[in-house]
């Protein structure tokens, strides 16, 4: 049995709320191990996410963890949201540096992912389960390859229990980058983070912002299918799940999608893995 996770983001209006709570009764019959909450592409505000947490635990009955960005806030501000997701009964977080929130010029007292981790476990101990990201295709903004093994590798030093990486459509790429970080003596859980394809110009303009390759024979495919929305949807949910299955028979640990508080792409993807999860 392949566990599954699912990552949403807080809504800011009453129809984005509608839609996350729509997505999140449908999901749940997939039985998720955890979900997770961001806290807003390009360092956008974190006020919202504490309520989604708090909605997707009271509301859904979800085990949800709050994305967690040491940017731009001080210790003693993180040390309140920390308390806050305690009271909550948050036993799993998602540590991460994050974007500095715009028109904020200060770093924040912690400046990078692994002083945030340090942190928490200075502050609870072993109370949280903390992911961390990564990234099998390279971070963005790292001086190389091997840079960006070694601050990994700092971040699980520090005290983290797992990671989940930026998503990808080259399978070759997870299996490399955990073989690599073997290698520096992490031994940590790996999770893939799986990116269903809803909308491929949304997705090329994420890919391009977060350094993910989308394999050019992927984008020829869609383009061929020119404004066949059914063709479309039915090819992106097979290669997804054609993903999905090489990586768990190479022994991914479980699955982490990132659903854009969407059901259906998710669903579909799920649909064509129903066999293989319940192996």
């Not at 994050?98 to 990078?112: E, F, I, Q």
Request: net charge neutral; charged share 25%.
């Amino acid at each position: 049995m392949t566990p599954i996770s699912f990552e949403f983001y807080p809504p800011k209006t009453d129809e984005q709320r509608t839609l996350l709570d729509r997505s999140a009764s449908k999901l749940k019959a997939h039985a998720p191990e955890y979900v997770s909450c961001t806290f807003g592409a390009g360092g956008s505000t974190l006020a919202y996410t504490s309520d989604t947490v708090r909605r997707l635990r009271q509301e859904h009955g979800f085990d949800a963890a709050p994305h967690i960005s040491c940017m731009g806030g001080s210790r003693e501000e993180i040390r309140e949201l920390l308390l806050l997701y305690r009271a909550l009964g948050c036993r799993r977080l998602v540590a991460l540096r994050g974007d500095l929130p715009s028109g904020m010029a200060r770093m924040g007292d912690l400046r990078y992912a692994s002083d945030l981790i340090a942190f928490i476990r200075a502050e609870h101990g072993d109370h949280f389960h903390i992911e961390v990201g990564c990234y099998p295709e390279v971070h963005p903004q790292a001086e190389d390859a091997l840079a960006d093994l070694r601050h990994f590798k700092t971040k699980v030093d520090a005290g983290a229990n797992g990671a989940i990486t930026q998503y990808f459509y080259n399978p070759d790429a997870y299996f490399r980058f955990v073989d690599d970080v073997r290698k520096l003596g992490v031994s940590v859980p790996v999770v893939p983070g799986i990116m269903p394809i809803s909308n491929f110009s949304q997705l090329k303009r994420f890919s391009d912002a977060c350094g993910a390759e989308i394999p050019r024979w992927i984008g020829k495919r869609m383009q061929a299918l020119g404004d066949d929305v059914e063709g479309i949807r039915e090819f992106a949910a097979d290669v997804v799940a054609g993903l999905c299955s090489r990586l768990i028979e190479g022994g991914a640990p479980s699955l982490h999608f990132y659903t854009l508080n969407l059901a259906k792409p998710t669903q579909a993807v799920l649909a064509r893995l129903k066999d293989r999860l319940a192996d």
